[in-house]
């Protein structure tokens, strides 16, 4: 048992906040440890906090939380900081989004071909960037030999600007390459006697090594396709990684893209909604069509309500326990996301995002396998060594040992996929870095949306005119 202190900026994320703060009491080897929970919400905080605390004392887990709206008193002194904090919120997302429909960018401008994902902005939210600076800025004086924990996104361009830019140890985390037991399951192999290994950047990953009982699992997956021409039907917009667009793209490339390399995928699948539902399936057309993404809004928004109804009960009742207070509002959301909201505070089990483990990984040698995101160094031919990676690695005390990458990528996903998606990272950096709208303008006459200068001049001047 080692007593460290956690701190989570921007606590009230309604992805991160229950998955976070149940992983922490649920894992021994941190007993005794400090959590601050940090988040310029107060609302937002004060239910992340109540949920929390509330959460503790039923598991008689010796963690103590602590609530602060400053970001300077969270940092100081953490061994480990996890950022899970949007700036400006969905809301802001959702402004930049509308500005550039009305000038003809279906999606918004961010959504870029090889970047679709809807809440994964790299061009026009600056603020998101800039907060991730701030973070490692304040870590090198306040906490300087701490691990940053990046959540929020672009975890790509975050990783790879805050590496270059700081010397701080850091990490990206997401939790996308979880989509390979989809897969598995659909197979209907057995997890065990799977040997998987993916590789890329994050929202870019392939399965490069796909063994069962040691020989190669690839026929399986033809077999399954072959029986299968549409793909799935899928149960929720998120349930992609078997879809048309899945095996379309695997078909080209020779690997098959893993979790959330499906949605960022080619302009070929993003047309128009009609396009969406094509390659990803009715009725939502993926989690990044217009649908899929109001589907996954309103969950965020559900749980939110939830957590702040459920910690109002708590603060009118001592006696309540956390699973009571949930349960006496569960009506308030659809019963498949109650199961889930009640498996994250299933005591035997963890909620599968990687943060936790990893702190127990360096804290206690608890030795574990993870799929991390960090600086390539080699790891990857064919990309540069100072552009952030997403590959299998075993952490351990001593900390982060990336495996070697084999079999390799191929070179059509090195030269055609990757290449082109790492180009648009250092585009989006170098704008933000000159703080030069210019250069976005310039993006966007590369992009099939465009139809003259003065269109995409036009979007770029709204948005910054509003963001400024
Ligand atoms: P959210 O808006 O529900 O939560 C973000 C929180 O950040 C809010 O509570 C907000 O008040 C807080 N915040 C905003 N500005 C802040 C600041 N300056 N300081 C401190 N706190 C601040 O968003 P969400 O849907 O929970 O997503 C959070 C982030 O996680 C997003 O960037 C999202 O893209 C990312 N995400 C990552 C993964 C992954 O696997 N890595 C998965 C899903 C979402």
């Not at 649908?291 to 109804?309: D, F, V």
Request: aromatic share 10%; with cysteine.
């Amino acid at each position: 048992m080692a007593s460290v202190k956690i701190s989570i900026i921007g606590a009230g994320s309604a992805i991160f906040s229950v998955r976070l703060t149940s992983d922490i009491c649920k894992t021994k080897g941190l007993l005794g440890s400090v959590v601050t929970l940090m988040d310029v919400d107060k609302s937002r905080l004060d239910a992340a906090y109540a949920l929390a605390s509330q959460y503790a004392k039923d598991m008689k887990s010796d963690i103590q939380f602590k609530k602060t709206t400053n970001l300077e008193e969270a940092i100081s002194g953490a061994d480990f900081v996890i950022n899970t904090a949007l700036v400006g919120g969905h809301d802001f997302l959702e402004k930049m989004r509308k500005i550039g429909e009305k000038h003809g960018y279906y999606r918004g401008i961010d959504t870029q071909e090889f970047n679709m994902v809807s809440d994964y902005y790299t061009m026009t939210n600056w603020n998101q960037l800039s907060f991730f600076l701030k973070i490692a800025k304040m870590m090198e004086n306040l906490s300087p030999n701490a691990w940053l924990l990046q959540a929020a996104n672009p975890v790509f361009e975050g990783t790879t600007l805050i590496s270059r830019t700081s010397k701080i140890k850091m990490v990206g985390f997401c939790h996308g390459h979880y989509a390979v037991n989809d897969m598995i399951d659909a197979l209907g192999l057995e997890k065990e006697k799977v040997d998987w290994q993916v590789a890329g950047f994050n929202h870019a990953i392939w399965l490069t090594r796909f063994l069962y009982n040691g020989k190669d699992a690839y026929p399986i997956l033809d077999e399954w396709i072959k029986k299968h021409s549409d793909g799935t039907t899928p149960k929720t917009p998120f349930n992609d990684q078997l879809s048309p667009a899945a095996i379309d793209t695997y078909n080209f490339y020779g690997r098959m893209p893993i979790g959330d390399t499906v949605r960022n995928s080619s302009w070929k699948y993003h047309y128009d909604l009609e396009t969406k539902k094509r390659w990803y399936g009715e009725p939502w057309g993926g989690a990044d069509s217009e649908i899929g993404w109001k589907w996954y809004e309103n969950r965020l928004a559900e749980i939110t309500t939830l957590t702040s109804k459920a910690s109002e009960l708590l603060r009118k009742n001592e006696d309540v326990k956390l699973s009571e207070a949930l349960s006496a509002n569960f009506s308030i959301i659809p019963a498949d996301f109650a199961k889930e909201i009640k498996d994250f505070y299933d005591p035997s089990t963890l909620s599968g995002e990687q943060h936790i483990p990893f702190i127990d990984a360096i804290v206690n040698d608890h030795t574990g396998r993870f799929v991390v995101n960090i600086l390539n160094n080699g790891v990857i031919a064919g990309i540069p060594d100072n552009v952030a990676v997403e590959i299998p690695a075993i952490v351990d005390k001593s900390g982060i040992h990336p495996e070697k990458v084999e079999p390799t990528l191929p070179e059509r996903i090195v030269k055609w996929y990757l290449n082109p998606r790492m180009i648009r990272m250092e585009w989006a950096l170098e704008a933000f870095e000159e703080k030069n709208p210019d250069l976005i303008v310039e993006m966007l006459l590369r992009d099939r949306r465009t139809s003259s200068y003065e269109q995409a001049k036009a979007v770029v001047d709204e948005i910054f005119k509003e963001n400024s």
